[in-house]
């Protein structure tokens, strides 16, 4: 039996709500809020939330996931796929490019690339390379599937006429829907119960004397007299209080602080740059091919206003640039072998990375040595989810200096993540268009390897147009990933979730 001061120091809300347990044994806040005649449903809580700290009730949670579609237009459209299908079925053998189906104007430019990769995952088709087109062919699954509806088909139907909950249809199908844009809303449903605890059961069966009661004596209850027909709560000064929090500096804004840091105590110079660029000096300039996939809209975010950046301004390093894409200017390589359009590296684009800092450092200083970093947002056309932002902050940086190499880039990295706290580490090769050799930096994270980013060192089509013989080192990491990491996050976007409680007790080192 719990001690008589346990009694004593309940309030009037934690009588209530025991005795209403005491009869319902146990119930949801709102059925307790019923039976107890309570005005307000954060009273029941907050005097839950009490008695749980002092072992008379137990509050239990469980969280149900639901689904909606996003806007009722989903329905008006095929998938990308499903008008891909038809229109590679009407070709000879099932069988088509990607210049076919965007000469049938079913489908828009941007999802062409989303109906191959869904053919090629659903087993509708094979995609193959023919000189420098994708052609698509259809499997006997992708033929069979025309007079019928996927599964994901019918479960758009489904949440056109409402909400469908987790359980209720295929997980499969749900995390489909869920990984592209613009389909679905997702809605976490928490449901809580309150059961009395054996303590709780033994005291709700006392007959507790329910009257009001007041924290303290107050000049108006002694002149009307008041006074005698409430309770005044006793207080036990070992009691649970929450502990007080000052002001604090974010913990993003406290880790960017201590990777800028680590940067200037080895030696290297920060820069910045602009959030709007032009194709050129994010692409074109980085020997990124101007058919390159990372260029289409659904990789990147174009700007309407304004809708082209002049780069005029040195001809010389426009002219040299066209000729690396078209031949390979003098630098040995053969380029990428088409006719490179000015009107197309004028395009602007909120930056993909920040490396387009580093391409303009170096062609505004052509004598190394150096050494510089950058913290910035980049932003990408991506379906959010537990490890990708379609903005994120990016650590990026080079070095340039005689007889650099590759084996200095990898230390350089390691004693990055080292001096971070990250204790395992590891690189593994890795493909981007401007640099060779390029590795991908992981780290070890819930278990298994998670990819922070690329480096590599930087080919001659980049460096020899902006004036630089010596080698180049360069990187690109992803923040977010290693603030993940190091708190100990399961999913990115919680980073950015105004969750106090985490705010509060998240280290400050």
């Known amino acids: 039996m719990p001690s008589k ?3 004593e120091q309940l309030s009037y809300f934690e009588k209530k709500v025991l005795k209403s347990l005491g009869k ?7 059925e307790i809020q019923k039976d107890s005649g309570l005005d307000q449903l954060v009273e029941v809580m907050n005097a839950s939330s009490w008695l749980q700290a ?3 009730v137990k509050i239990e949670e469980s969280i149900t996931k639901s689904y909606t579609l996003r806007s009722p237009q989903v329905l008006q459209r095929p998938l990308p796929e499903r008008l891909a299908l038809e229109v590679l079925a009407k070709r000879p053998g099932g069988k088509g490019s990607m210049a ?20 090629k995952r659903k087993g509708w088709g094979e995609v193959s390379k023919d000189n420098r087109d994708t052609i698509i062919t259809l499997t006997a699954k992708g033929l069979d599937t025309l007079a019928t509806k996927g599964e994901d088909e019918l479960l758009i139907e489904r949440l056109a006429e409402g909400e469908v909950r987790e359980g ?26 309150i059961a009395l605890t054996p303590d709780g059961a033994q005291i709700a069966a006392l007959d507790l004397q329910i009257k009001e009661e007041v924290a303290q004596i107050t000049p108006e209850l002694i002149q009307s007299g008041k006074w005698r027909e409430v309770d005044v709560r006793k207080y036990d000064v070992k009691a649970f209080a929450p502990t007080v929090y000052g002001g604090r500096k974010h913990p993003l804004t406290i880790q960017l602080e201590k990777v800028r840091s680590i940067f200037l105590n080895m030696g290297f110079t920060e820069v910045t740059g602009d959030y709007l660029e032009s194709a050129f000096w994010n692409m074109d300039v980085l020997f990124t091919a101007q ?25 010389e390093l426009v002219d040299r640039v066209r000729q690396v894409h078209e031949s390979g200017w003098n ?4 380029g990428w072998r088409y006719r490179w359009s000015k009107h197309e590296a004028e395009r602007s684009l909120l930056r993909t990375h920040t490396t387009v800092n580093s391409a303009r450092y170096i062609w505004k200083n052509p004598k190394p040595p150096f050494k510089v970093f950058c913290l910035g947002r980049v932003f990408r056309n991506e379906a959010m989810d537990s490890t990708h932002l379609p903005e994120f902050t990016q650590v990026e940086g080079i070095v340039c200096e005689e007889g650099a190499n590759f084996d200095m880039l990898v230390g350089l990295l390691k004693e990055f993540y080292t001096r971070m706290g990250i204790p395992k580490i590891r690189v593994r090769p890795g493909y981007f268009p401007y640099t060779e050799p390029s590795l991908e930096v992981e780290i070890m994270w819930n278990g298994r390897w998670m990819e922070l980013g690329g480096a590599g060192v930087f080919r001659p089509e980049v460096t020899a147009p902006l004036g630089i013989q010596e080698p180049v080192l360069a ?16 999913d990115i976007r919680d980073i950015y979730v105004s969750d106090v409680d985490w705010l509060k007790r998240v280290p400050q080192v």
């Open 5 to 7: 001061d346990v009694v």
């Open 168 to 193: 209720d249809a295929r997980k499969e199908m749900l995390d489909w829907l869920r990984q592209r844009k613009d389909i679905v809303n997702e809605k976490h449903n928490v449901t809580r119960t």
């Open 331 to 334: 630098t040995g390589s053969v």
């Open 291 to 315: 058919d390159h996939p990372a260029r289409d809209v659904q990789d990147t975010f174009y700007v309407k206003n304004p809708e082209r950046i002049d780069i005029s301004d040195d001809e």
């Open 24 to 30: 319902l044994k146990k119930g949801s806040p709102e």
């Open 54 to 56: 002092k072992g008379l």
């Open 475 to 490: 990187w690109g990491l992803g923040f977010e990933r290693l603030a993940m990491a190091i708190w100990g996050l399961d």
């Open 100 to 119: 076919d189906l965007k000469k049938s104007g079913q489908l828009k430019d941007e999802e062409i690339s989303i109906a191959l990769g869904w053919i």
